[in-house]
């Protein structure tokens, strides 16, 4: 797995490292705290959206407690889905802490393996999601305005959704920044293009599975052939930003690695707070 | 003088974003673009400035056609619903538009400069903050020229008012989607100075050592990031209602209009400590100067300024003592309530203590601190007053509450900021503020504060009811009031003056040193106005008031003065993208407002079919968002370099091994 950092392209590293060393004011930025600008930040963000969690948790609660609004839930919600896609997403957690550990060990194969699955990971919970709101609204008549329950359960979860997608969204960018920059490149690494087929293919498998298994549903074929052209399309499209990812950015994937456990443990709370509850 | 500049690129990083970029990076320090670009939080500081003054214009004249409705009773001026309109907008621009954003400009500009930093510690957030502030006031403020004009459901927006059913115009569509956008710049704001208070102090300056203006920029920031997501949340749910269907304050749909009441004042209790705080932060710089002495008690100032903002978590049921909580949630409320007067109780007698036995000189920023400790005393007894939910009771919503809040928020908040101006204008220009025109105007502003605001603790305990557009003569308010509308227009004549003043010296005031004051702390030791780089060497602090003791103090508590390493100093470049990212939230902000209505009430004169919807404006304004995000992300925080002239160098040394250990 420690493959050694000749990945990146030698005078390139110099010249970061240059920029680093030399410049004696640079040096004397060191932090007060020697916590880095942006970890810090990113802690402040997190306590901010504690808040913002907390609020709309209690909203739920409270409403929850006066107002039933939906007369049984547990006939609503499938424990055993939500369950799955709620492990999915703490096995994500997992995989971004060995994306974290790999980037400081600066092995960029291993952490754009990692990384590759917690995006994946992501992505089924994000999918499960997806079902789960389809279901809800087509299958047991749950809409925003059907109910006190419906407002408040999809405005938290959904709000939790987004976060999600945006942590996706982000760590795809940083996938796409480790690969290198020219595709020519793409062969002189071993098993690169064996994560590449992973990444491309499993999505495209899982749903076209997904189609007959579940009644021959369109969407998924539909998704399934959407990421099977899209997927191409964004590694040809990324031009500007592969081959950007330099040792020093082991910061920014750990300042985005805060925020992918983040909203990993708020989903655990979210589980407890509104789908386990309505089991005791 | 010669600052030689050089555009080295720092890291090859940068090179690359420049020639993929559809914009190249904006060099030019001056003119429009210079302005829409920068970076530098100073003249950041500066536009938050003029955008609050402005604003304060906006919401002072708005209150003075409240007073000169209710000047005599029975007053046809203006009707009810502009009556409405007018305090709604009065409370919402004095709140969000004039006294924070005046404060967060005293954040962004003296700050940086009291810690030694070379700006904060994002700058390109810092221009998002004050672009996200100066749209979402436009926004607010563009409701009053589109159909059915300015909201009219009061400052806090109660509900079942709110709802479409009752304010089916689009008032409180612009007031939801304003507020959310200056959510935005607040947050924002508030990440950047507590990283920048917390990480970037100079070498030894400990957290015991920073300025209590500093100190009380950091509780400040800590309220703001804490509170404004109850906000947040409560306007997304609010909206939700008003346009997607949601119960969330429907009666009729099972939701609990008491809920919004929770939420806002979750939020808005902090705010109150969010808008004195900042104050009591410019009176602790200020009295120590004017009284030549240091503060008294620097750390039970810091640690009850702490407890304030701790405790202002733990009181926001005190606005509600009437809805009927129970007696213990209102005895618990009451309890903590009473229990803030404490803190606030120790700050004033460690003012007094500081200025006891002082060298008094009093200057017009001493009287403005002066008339606070006095002023803000006499909010906080009625304050206190209210504490206790039997006289609460009796004083709801009257007139006794309006005087208790502008006692606080003008005699507090407002003097202190006035107080502020005056006392950093050298800094911030090279010149002074005539000294004694500014007596003129603190007294001017003093007697018409008094005369307009001490009234109305009578009126209210007569029973005179607040948001009541007009009375009758046989109540017996007739003479209180008119003597508060005169007292009014002296305020108002008052502040007008002030920034008339203001604008004057800024290009004949008399020019002056650095240190006109002969004051204390760390922003008087670099040049007025500072250069771009704020010090042109690295300072090494040793002392608490560290510019008093280069001056007067001990060889070995004096400030050393590292200098720049043969790179010079690292600038951040200018960016566009802030900009951008608040013009996309905008254009998405204004496609919500106009959701579901027609066509013509966005575009006036076309006639269509067509129901805005959010694929018009909301997902391109929010396409727009993410792509600048995208490209300020790839652009990077860039950076040149600037050698400062060697006299500014005068005095400093080479920096240690030991001193150059970084990341």
């Not at chain 2, 989607?177 to 030894?204: D, E, Y």
Request: aromatic share 14%; net charge neutral; glycine share 10%.
């Amino acid at each position: 797995m420690t493959e050694p950092e000749t990945t990146i392209p030698e005078n390139i590293q110099d010249m970061s490292d240059h920029a680093a060393q030399t410049d004696p004011l640079e040096a004397l930025k060191a932090t007060s705290t020697g916590v880095e600008n942006k970890k810090m930040a990113m802690w402040a963000f997190l306590a901010s959206d504690c808040m913002f969690f907390g609020t709309l948790i209690s909203t739920h609660l409270i409403y929850r407690k006066i107002y039933p609004g939906v007369e049984d839930p547990q006939d609503l919600f499938s424990i055993e889905l939500t369950g799955f896609s709620s492990f999915i997403l703490l096995m994500s957690s997992f995989l971004m802490a060995l994306t974290v550990s790999a980037a400081h060990k600066r092995n960029i194969p291993g952490m754009r393996a990692f990384l590759m699955g917690t995006i994946l990971f992501g992505m089924i919970f994000l999918g499960g999601q997806v079902y789960e709101f389809a279901h809800f609204v087509h299958d047991k008549g749950l809409t925003l305005s059907s109910s006190v329950f419906g407002s408040t359960f999809y405005v938290l979860t959904g709000t939790h959704g987004v976060h999600v997608a945006l942590g996706v969204f982000w760590l795809l960018m940083w996938f796409l920044a480790s690969l290198p920059a020219r595709l020519g490149d793409f062969r002189g690494e071993r098993s690169l293009l064996l994560q590449l087929g992973i990444f491309w293919v499993s999505p495209v498998l899982v749903l076209v599975s997904l189609y007959f298994v579940k009644h021959h549903e369109i969407a998924y074929l539909l998704a399934g052939i959407g990421w099977g052209i899209l997927f191409p399309l964004i590694l040809l499209a990324s031009g500007s930003l592969r081959g950007r990812y330099k040792r020093e950015n082991a910061l920014d994937v750990e300042v985005a690695g805060l925020y992918w456990h983040f909203v990993d443990v708020v989903w655990i709370i979210i589980f407890t707070a509104v789908y386990l509850v309505e089991y005791l | 003088m010669s600052t030689a500049a050089s555009h080295e690129q720092i890291a090859d990083i940068d090179a690359g974003a420049d020639s993929h970029g559809i914009w190249t990076r904006p060099l030019r320090k001056t003119g429009i673009v210079g302005f829409l670009t920068t970076v530098d939080h100073k003249k950041i500081g500066i536009a938050y400035a003029v955008g609050a003054l402005f604003f304060l214009l906006v919401g002072g004249v708005e209150a003075l056609i409240i007073r000169l409705q209710l000047m005599t009773p029975e007053n046809d001026l203006i009707d009810a619903r502009t009556y409405n309109q007018l305090f709604t907008m009065h409370g919402t621009t004095m709140v969000f538009l004039a006294v924070m954003p005046l404060s967060a400009a005293f954040f962004n500009y003296i700050m940086p400069l009291q810690i030694g930093a070379r700006d904060v510690a994002f700058p390109r957030l810092n221009a998002l903050g004050l672009w996200t502030f100066i749209l979402g006031g436009i926004v607010i403020n563009l409701s009053w020229f589109f159909q059915g004009g300015a909201p009219a459901i009061g400052w806090f927006g109660y509900a079942p008012l709110t709802s479409r059913q009752f304010s089916p115009d689009l008032g409180t569509d612009f007031w939801i989607i304003g507020l959310q956008i200056l959510g935005i710049a607040s947050l924002v704001g508030s990440f950047n100075f507590i990283t920048t208070i917390v990480n970037m102090r100079a070498p030894g300056m400990s957290m015991m050592r920073l300025p209590l203006f500093t100190w009380m920029t950091l509780i400040t920031s800590f309220l703001i990031i804490l509170a404004f997501p109850a906000i947040t949340i409560a306007l997304v749910e609010l909206m939700f209602d008003r346009h997607f269907g949601t119960h969330f304050f429907e009666v009729s749909g099972g939701g609990k209009p008491i809920l919004w009441q929770h939420l806002f004042w979750i939020f808005g209790h902090p705010e109150v400590y969010i808008l004195i705080l900042p104050a009591m932060g410019i009176i602790s710089e200020v009295l120590p100067v004017f009284s030549r002495k240091p503060l008294f008690g620097y750390p039970l100032v810091v640690f009850s300024g702490a407890v304030i903002g701790f405790l202002g978590f733990a009181v926001w049921s005190h606005h509600m003592f009437t809805t009927g909580l129970g007696i213990v949630a209102t005895s618990a409320f009451a309890f903590l309530t009473m229990l803030i007067s404490i803190p606030t109780g120790v700050k004033i007698f460690n003012w007094i203590g500081t200025i006891w036995g002082g060298r008094i000189r009093f200057t017009t920023p001493m009287l403005f601190a002066l008339g606070f400790i006095w002023m803000f005393m006499m909010g906080g007894f009625t304050g206190i007053m209210h504490s206790s939910p039997p006289v609460d009771a009796q004083q709801q919503d009257s007139y006794f509450v309006i005087a208790h809040f502008h006692y606080v928020l003008i005699g507090g908040s407002i003097f202190a900021l006035i107080c502020g101006i005056y006392y950093w204008f050298p800094k911030v220009t090279g010149r002074m503020m005539n000294d004694f025109f500014g007596k003129i105007l603190f007294y001017t502003i003093f007697i018409g504060f008094n005369l307009a605001f001490f009234p109305m603790h009578i009126l209210g305990m007569s029973g005179m009811p607040r948001r009541t557009h007009t009375y009758k003569a046989e109540m017996g308010w007739s003479e209180a009031n008119l003597w508060s509308t005169i007292g009014a227009l002296i305020l108002g004549f008052g502040i007008a003056t002030f920034v008339i003043q203001l604008i004057y010296s800024c290009f004949r005031g008399e020019k002056t040193s650095s240190d006109p004051w002969d004051a204390r702390t760390l922003e008087w030791e670099t040049a007025s106005p500072p250069k771009e780089y704020n010090f042109a060497y690295n300072p090494v602090i040793h002392a608490r008031d560290q510019s008093w003791e280069n001056k007067y103090g001990k060889t070995g508590k004096r400030m050393e003065k590292i200098a720049p390493g043969e790179h010079g100093i690292h600038m951040p470049d200018q960016s566009w993208w802030p900009l951008v990212v608040s013009i996309g939230l905008f254009i998405a902000g204004m496609g919500v407002v106009f959701h579901g209505q027609p066509l013509e009430a966005l575009v006036p004169f076309v006639t269509s079919e067509i129901d805005v919807s959010l694929l018009h404006l909301t997902v391109p304004g929010l396409v727009l968002t993410f792509y600048a995000i995208f490209k300020w992300a790839l652009e990077g925080p860039g950076g040149y370099h600037l050698h400062p002239s060697p006299e500014e160098l005068k005095g400093t040394r080479e920096a240690q091994p030991h001193e150059q250990q970084g990341h």
